[in-house]
């Protein structure tokens, strides 16, 4: 007997999702996406760095880069339409983590973690360092992790595509339209409601809504802890070229990482620094000149002389918990799946979390990669699954 499944968000993880259903040997039925914007025009998966590391410290996530990096090396037989091979732009020359001495100890443990658990990295001390990247200031820098393998940046936008253009091969129909309920019948949602009064019948339902799963979340009265965050990345050039330039997070929290002869970088506000809901999309320029600038330039000295060319902002889905995703049945829903909350490593983790989902849907559990770690059974007793390498 066949199943129908309705996706809420047709983004990089709503379209992972409808990719791995279509593929998975014993799913039967209809898959229906359904995405307001097919323009993608304020999707996190196309204004994302769209950056992918193995350099976190619990092992789901590691495991979930470990998976997005072969299926990203591999896209083009993955992710083939008709003959003709997707490509994403995939570059790994590695994420530095750079920290002085208060976050020394830190470094460490998160290194054995990483080193057991296999991630191809090296802890370096300030003068190997100066001697790998000699356009580097070492600074007040006590230590830094870099990855040696299967870390880099990608196009996320041509990665959400890919997704979405295999789905559509496979069958999957994509619906434009807003999403503004749920029917329910027996404890179960029996269709997702559209704003034209229409509905989409479906025996499982997936809500992949990114920085707005919240609302979808509170049509099905679940408090879901996730905001849409304003993130800015700015475009700079300099004259000077760093040779080997991995993406660099330095100890202010300010990070950067070459981009088409130029360079994008960023930062996240601190704990305890402002960071509201919402926010519209726009560039604050004077954050580059007070924040960022200054933090760049102790740290790398070419960067003194460095041209603002552009920039942009989309937002993060971020989970106000642990900055982890949320993956799985909400305990309240035996067929409502949630895929949300990834705080800025969703397109890295889109291929692990959409075949996850996919297992959940059709086996009734994981299969491959036990992904209970990131289960709605922490948010409801508030128990934070903790990520010592937030970015």
Not at 137 to 154: M, P, Q, V
Not at 190 to 217: E, F, I, K, R
Not at 263 to 268: C, D, M, R
């Amino acid at each position: 007997m066949g199943r129908s499944v309705a996706i809420v968000g047709g983004g990089a993880i709503g379209s992972a999702v409808a990719f791995f259903l279509a593929t998975h040997p014993r799913f039967v039925g209809e898959i229906h996406v359904i995405e307001r914007d097919p323009t993608y025009k304020f999707a996190s998966s196309a204004l994302s760095g769209s950056a992918i590391r193995q350099q976190f410290s619990t092992p789901v996530n590691i495991e979930l880069s470990r998976f997005g990096i072969s299926f990203m090396r591999n896209i083009g037989t993955h992710l083939a339409v008709g003959g003709e091979r997707p490509e994403i732009g995939l570059r790994e020359p590695g994420y530095l983590f750079l920290v002085g001495s208060e976050g020394l100890s830190t470094l460490e443990a998160v290194h054995r973690i990483q080193q057991n658990l296999g991630v191809d990295v090296a802890l370096l001390g300030p003068g190997e360092l100066a001697v790998r990247f000699p356009w580097l200031s070492t600074e007040g820098i006590a230590a830094g992790s870099l990855g040696l393998s299967a870390e880099g940046w990608f196009d996320g936008y041509l990665l959400l595509h890919a997704f979405r253009r295999k789905a559509v091969s496979l069958g999957v129909k994509y619906i434009t339209g807003e999403v503004t309920g749920f029917r329910r019948s027996g404890g179960k949602v029996d269709a997702v409601v559209l704003g034209d009064g229409s509905s989409v019948p479906c025996d499982a339902a997936v809500n992949a809504a990114g920085p707005w799963a919240a609302s979808v979340a509170a049509m099905l009265e679940v408090d879901l802890p996730v905001r849409a965050r304003r993130r800015t990345i700015f475009v700079f050039a300099c004259r000077e070229a760093l040779a080997g330039c991995p993406l660099v997070i330095d100890s202010s929290g300010v990070y950067f990482r070459p981009e088409s002869g130029q360079f994008i970088g960023g930062t996240s506000p601190k704990e305890g620094e402002d960071d509201p809901d919402d926010l519209p999309l726009e560039v604050d320029y004077s954050r580059f000149d007070e924040v960022i600038w200054p933090a760049l330039a102790r740290r790398v000295p070419a960067f003194e002389a460095i041209k603002v060319t552009g920039g942009w902002s989309g937002y993060y889905e971020l989970n106000t918990l642990d900055h982890n995703g949320i993956v799985g049945l909400h305990p309240s829903m035996n067929n409502v799946f949630f895929a949300n909350g990834f705080s800025g490593h969703g397109l890295q983790h889109a291929p692990g979390v959409g075949r996850g989902v996919a297992e959940l849907i059709v086996d009734g559990g994981f299969r491959t990669l036990d992904l209970s770690p990131l289960s709605f059974d922490r948010i409801l007793s508030g128990r934070p699954l903790v990520e010592l390498n937030v970015i």
